[in-house]
T-cell receptor, first 110, second 117 residues
Framework: QQPVQSPQAVILREGEDAVINCSSS?????VHWYRQKHGEAPVFLMI?????EQMRHEKISASFNEKKQQSSLYLTASQLSYSGTYFC???????????FGQGTRLTINP | DTEVTQTPKHLVMGMTNKKSLKCEQH?????MYWYKQKAKKPPELMFV???????INESVPSRFSPECPNSSLLNLHLHALQPEDSALYLC????????????????FGPGTRLTVL
């Protein structure tokens, strides 16, 4: 079942912060975050594991709440290069695949 | 090196044509994937190959035929496609198909933008 991402779109000024959420109705083993720029392939950012620590990629960090089956991506002091669509991919234990959320479009203005 | 390459970058074909998409990785990954992505939508899984064997077919129409000749190469053969099949076709690879290894994830190629006339 597809995870639900919120919000669907965010517009920020450079330097502002944002949070993107990814929720699943199923028990997850891991959550994978990707960023995709227009016309390009999704680029892997980080993995959040069940029972694992909060992860960080540059000024982007993420957490995974096992009780809520929800992951949050935190973008701090956003840069123009952060613009793109963010997807979470969720992995149910034992599955051989990721199921992606519908995406969150992030626009950073100067 | 986490590079997955795909050819061609763009493909235009008629509904009666036969064409193939190619994907290659040299990371020693044993799992490879085909995804279809429509505009403003997430990647949608089509096929998974694990150790060169087809392990998942997400009920994809038979006009799409995957092939994995060896552990580095993945093809997608196209025949009698419909205009609604126009999309970005992404290939991905991961070390293993079962991602629950803690550090494994899927790495995507740049995609082939397919237009069916």
């Amino acid at each position: 079942q597809q995870p639900v991402q919120s919000p669907q779109a965010v517009i920020l000024r450079e330097g502002e912060d944002a949070v993107i959420n990814c929720s699943s109705s199923k028990a997850l083993y891991s959550v994978h975050w990707y960023r995709q720029k227009h016309g390009e392939a999704p680029v892997f950012l980080m993995i959040l594991l069940k029972g694992g620590e909060q992860m960080r990629h540059e000024k982007i960090s993420a957490s995974f709440n096992e009780k809520k089956q929800q992951s949050s991506l935190y973008l701090t002091a956003s840069q123009l290069s952060y613009s793109g669509t963010y997807f979470c991919g969720t992995e149910v234990q034992g599955a051989q695949k990721l199921v992606f959320g519908q995406g969150t479009r992030l626009t950073i203005n100067p | 090196d986490t590079e997955v390459t795909q050819t061609p970058k763009h493909l235009v074909m008629g509904m009666t044509n036969k064409k193939s998409l190619k994907c290659e990785q040299h990371m020693g990954h044993r799992a490879m994937y085909w995804y279809k992505q429509k505009a403003k939508k997430p990647p949608e899984l089509m096929f998974v190959y694990s150790y060169e064997k087809l392990s998942i077919n997400e009920s994809v129409p038979s006009r799409f035929s995957p092939e994995c000749p060896n552990s580095s190469l993945l093809n997608l053969h196209l025949h009698a496609l419909q205009p609604e099949d126009s999309a970005l076709y992404l290939c991905a690879s991961s070390q293993y198909s079962r991602l629950a290894g803690g550090t494994d994830t899927q790495y995507f190629g740049p995609g082939t933008r397919l237009t069916v006339l």
